[in-house]
């Protein structure tokens, strides 16, 4: 294969995938800037590794244990504190636009998480993962997911509950 159609089979992989690892950046970041970093950093790691990456059984799987790491990579860096410097241009969300007041709690919610954990709901309840797929992802036991996101739910519901019931009665 040249190196033309390589980069043209990539071009296409990020063309079907760039939606998806993007709303789980999103989701694992809380903020649309730094996911797209996030999105860039997988998508750059991923065309180095793309011959072989071609070749596995899932390359998306690929991609998102990429995203996984480097956001877990990112977490450990500490380097959460930049801020951007000007007011958002209006960039639009790629979380689908059910309830905005309902989501903003959501991902206020899952801000409060550990990235582990936030990355462990994300993946079994925004990604509709199974938890062995979330477990091979994450490189977990199933019963690490599975204890994890339940204590994570647990400390999401009262946080979600309160917003809910704040915006409901003032």
Do not use: C
């Not at 033309?4 to 989701?27: I, K, M, N, P, S």
């Not at 903020?31 to 059984?57: H, N």
């Not at 739910?153 to 917003?163: C, D, F, M």
């Amino acid at each position: 294969m040249t190196r033309d159609e390589q980069a043209e089979e990539f071009a296409t992989f990020v063309r079907e995938t760039g939606t998806q690892l993007h709303r789980a950046a999103l989701l694992l970041t809380g903020d649309r800037q730094l996911a797209e970093d996030l999105t860039q950093t997988t998508y750059a790691k991923v065309f180095a590794s793309w011959r072989r990456v071609s070749r596995a059984d899932s390359p998306l799987a690929y991609a998102r244990t990429t995203l996984l790491n480097s956001f877990l990579s990112h977490r450990r860096l500490r380097r959460s504190s930049e801020l951007p410097a000007g007011p958002d241009l209006g960039h639009e969300s790629s979380v689908p636009a059910d309830d905005p007041t309902t989501r903003l709690d959501l991902l206020d919610a899952l801000a409060t998480l550990p990235p582990l954990d936030r990355a462990i709901v994300a993946l079994r309840y925004w990604e509709d993962r199974s938890v062995a797929d979330t477990a091979r992802d994450l490189d977990l036991t199933e019963s690490v997911v599975r204890t994890r996101s339940r204590r994570a739910l647990q400390r999401l519901r009262p946080l979600v509950a309160a917003e809910l019931t704040e915006r409901n009665h003032p």
